[in-house]
Nanobody
Framework: QVELVQSGGGSVPAGGSLRVSCAAI????????VSWFRQAPGKEREGVAG????????YYADSVKGRFAISRDSAKNTVHLQMGSLSPDDTAVYYC???????????????????WGQGTQVTVSS
């Protein structure tokens, strides 16, 4: 059984930084596509960043390029999302998701992911 356990997040003023983490249980993230999504009230879930097969390829949404960084801690079987220069537009519930194997070209689509974390609130105040 695969489980994704999220931690981190919280509240921060605009311009601040936060980190969210996703610990995988039951599957080695080195052999998976792990991505972060976010969903703001009234909006669709959107892909933010993805990491394929450990670190072979990394993907970012245009809205977060240069501000967010996705990384993998192999020792802890965990994927982190470091978020910087945060703005109120980044306020959302953040989810990690895992799909066995390499990321597909449409890594940003929620459909291919088999496993999801419980969600973590990130709130950025102006």
């Amino acid at each position: 059984q695969v489980e994704l356990v999220q931690s981190g997040g919280g509240s921060v003023p605009a311009g601040g930084s936060l980190r969210v983490s996703c610990a995988a249980i039951g599957f080695d993230v080195t052999y998976a596509c792990v991505s972060w999504f976010r969903q703001a009230p009234g909006k669709e879930r959107e892909g933010v960043a993805g990491i394929s097969l450990g670190r072979s390829r990394i993907y970012y949404a245009d809205s977060v390029k240069g501000r967010f960084a996705i990384s993998r801690d192999s020792a802890k079987n965990t994927v982190h999302l470091q978020m910087g220069s945060l703005s109120p537009d980044d306020t959302a519930v953040y989810y990690c998701a895992l799909s066995p194997g390499a990321c597909r070209s449409q890594w940003w689509s929620p459909a291919p992911y088999d496993y999801w974390g419980q969600g973590t609130q990130v709130t950025v105040s102006s």
